[in-house]
């Protein structure tokens, strides 16, 4: 028995499933798809399968995947993606299947883009002159347990930087995703709206790589 990486995107109205909601999607995807998964014994067989560094509702990513085990493994691994995707709902696509490689443990941190529409980049190269000038960005966290503490932004994000093109204003950011600590970039957006007004319910919020400690690239 293999444990198997699927590698999927999750974006448009996609980004609105919940957890909990996609795991019932993929293990309805998995069941349809005829894949050889393998399910737990007991009372209530079910298809074993845990996601790495699940993401925040309202937020979209190209780099999403789950582990499952299989038994034998596909012998076509394109063929086996297709199958998966012919059971997939708008939005979320099947990219890749495969042997899984990196342990999910080793994720450290998660790299955004937060784009804006390109008729706000005045106001949004506004917000970010502005974070960067101050000495601290305190926000309040929630945590597991509906406790909050203060954490200050600045700590993992000193600055901000903005790139500008003709479709949007993004400002690339990367925050902790680790087992440990998790930073939700929505705090940033929201810390934005309070400091300079700038709208935190406007930009698209993008998850476009996983990375672990040392800086490599989760796969």
């Known amino acids: 028995m293999t444990t198997v990486r699927v590698w999927f995107t999750k974006t448009g109205e996609a980004a609105y499933i919940s957890l909990l909601d996609l795991q019932r999607v993929m293990q309805r995807a998995l069941k349809r798809s005829g894949l050889p998964v393998w399910y737990t014994q007991g009372f209530n067989p079910h298809i074993y399968m845990t996601f790495a560094a699940p993401l925040a509702l309202g937020q979209e990513s190209l780099v999403e995947s789950l582990d499952c085990r299989m038994e034998p493994l596909p012998g076509d691994w394109e063929q086996?993606?297709?199958?998966?995707?012919?059971?997939?709902?708008?939005?979320?696509?099947?990219?890749?299947?495969?042997?899984?490689?990196?342990?999910?443990?080793?994720?450290?941190?998660?790299?955004?883009?937060?784009?804006?529409?390109?008729?706000?980049?005045?106001?949004?190269?506004h917000a970010v002159q502005a974070y960067n000038a101050l000495s601290q960005a305190l926000v309040e966290k929630k945590g597991k347990k509906g406790k909050t503490k203060q954490i200050d932004l600045k700590q993992y994000l000193p600055a901000l930087e903005l790139v500008e093109t003709e479709e949007a204003a993004t400002v690339p950011v990367e925050l902790p995703a680790g087992n440990t600590l998790t930073v939700n970039p929505a705090l940033l957006l929201n810390f934005l709206e309070k400091e300079t007004g700038l709208p935190s319910e406007v930009p698209r919020i993008l998850r476009v790589a996983l990375k672990t400690q040392e800086g490599e690239i989760f796969c």
């Open 80 to 125: 086996a993606r297709a199958a998966l995707q012919a059971c997939l709902p708008e939005g979320v696509r099947a990219v890749k299947l495969e042997p899984a490689g990196m342990d999910p443990s080793k994720i450290a941190s998660a790299v955004y883009e937060i784009q804006y529409p390109a008729q706000m980049r005045q106001d949004v190269r």
